[in-house]
């Protein structure tokens, strides 16, 4: 099973950026998209972003089109989740995974990181 490990987050105030790293321990031909989601407090986790190893197609949530991107390092087994223009309302914990399925299902996602706290002051 993939060990996937972030890093990166912290705490800023509103309009500042964050870039959220994920390391993963190895990369298998199995191992098809990489996950960014979040959970906050008495919230359901939820999808943020995502992108896949190979072509590096990419996916958003509605929440951060134009101010979220995800990018992808295959030399490093690295994904990135560059965050600007952060809103109060960002302020979660951040999760990278990774899904054998070319699917953005929740449920999908095998392996998830410990997570990394993001908070986001106004």
């Known amino acids: 099973q993939v060990q996937l490990v972030e890093s990166g987050g912290g705490s800023v105030q509103a309009g500042g950026s964050l870039r959220l790293s994920c390391a993963a321990s190895?990369?298998?031909?199995?191992?098809?998209?990489m996950g960014w989601f979040r959970q906050a407090p008495g919230k359901e986790r939820e999808f943020v972003a995502a992108?896949?190893?190979?072509?590096?197609?990419?996916y958003y949530a509605d929440s951060v089109k134009g101010r979220f991107t995800t990018s992808r390092d295959n030399a490093k087994n690295t994904v990135y989740l560059q965050m600007n223009s952060l809103k109060p309302e960002d302020t979660a914990v951040y999760y990278c995974?990774?899904?054998?399925?070319?699917?953005?299902?929740?449920?999908?996602?095998?392996?998830w990181g410990q997570g990394t706290q993001v908070t986001v002051s106004s």
């Open positions: 995974a990774s899904s054998r399925a070319a699917s953005l299902s929740i449920p999908d996602f095998g392996s």
């Open positions: 190895k990369r298998t031909f199995s191992t098809y998209i």
């Open positions: 992108i896949t190893w190979s072509g590096g197609t990419t």
